[in-house]
Structures are given as structure tokens and as C-alpha cells.
């Protein structure tokens, strides 16, 4: 029996640090963006409730698909087993890559 390959996804958004799991991951459709499929949680038996797994949990409630830029992505590591979920405040120096700010021109300018 093949065992399902799990991706660890650790990204910058909104001036926080997300670590999910998830069974696919792909550069996707949409150019710039990193496509995330399956995502894994604890298992549900688990006494104790980690808070940050918890809201995971809830942002992505319904996801099927998540589209992440490929800018905001820190790393991702192909793991043997799934670990927590977790939302972290960024430790050291975490910043988004850079990326040039386009300015359309108004009324032809």
C-alpha cells in the first residue's frame, strides 16, 4: 500500500505565520499562486484543543481549493506525517518578497 504524500505549506499572511498540511499542493492555474488541496487537520479524537488548530479549522471550513501568492509562501516540505496546524506571530526577520507596485495610468496619462 503507497503512502499519501503530505505537504507542510508555511506562509505569511496578514502579518501572521501559517503552518497547515495538506495532501496537494501544485503551482495551479492561476499564475502567481501557489494551489492548495486537501487540507488535514488533527486528528478529531484529540483531547486537548489547540486554539490556533481551532481557527484554522474555521477559516478554511468549506475550502476545497486554496490559492496562496507564491510570494507570501516561506517554505513547503514534503513530510511523513501530518503534525498541528498552527497560526504563530513571525519570529526574526519574516517579510513578504517584494513586488513592484503597478499604478495604472488615469485617462490615458
Request: hydrophobic residues 35%; glycine residues 10%; negative net charge.
Amino acid at each position: 500500500m503507497a503512502l499519501k504524500q503530505i505537504y507542510k505549506v508555511i506562509f505569511f499572511n496578514q502579518g501572521q505565520v501559517y503552518e497547515i498540511y495538506a495532501r496537494q499542493v501544485s503551482q495551479g492555474g492561476l499564475f502567481g499562486f501557489i494551489e492548495v488541496e486537501e487540507l488535514t487537520f488533527g486528528e478529531r479524537s484529540q483531547v486537548l484543543v489547540d486554539p490556533s488548530e481551532e481557527r484554522l479549522k474555521s477559516e478554511f471550513a468549506g475550502v476545497k481549493r486554496s490559492y496562496i501568492p507564491m510570494h507570501s509562501v516561506i517554505r513547503i516540505d514534503e513530510v511523513e506525517k501530518e503534525g498541528a496546524s498552527k497560526i504563530s506571530e513571525p519570529s526574526g526577520n519574516v517579510t513578504p518578497f517584494p513586488m513592484p507596485m503597478y499604478n495604472p495610468s488615469k485617462g490615458g496619462d
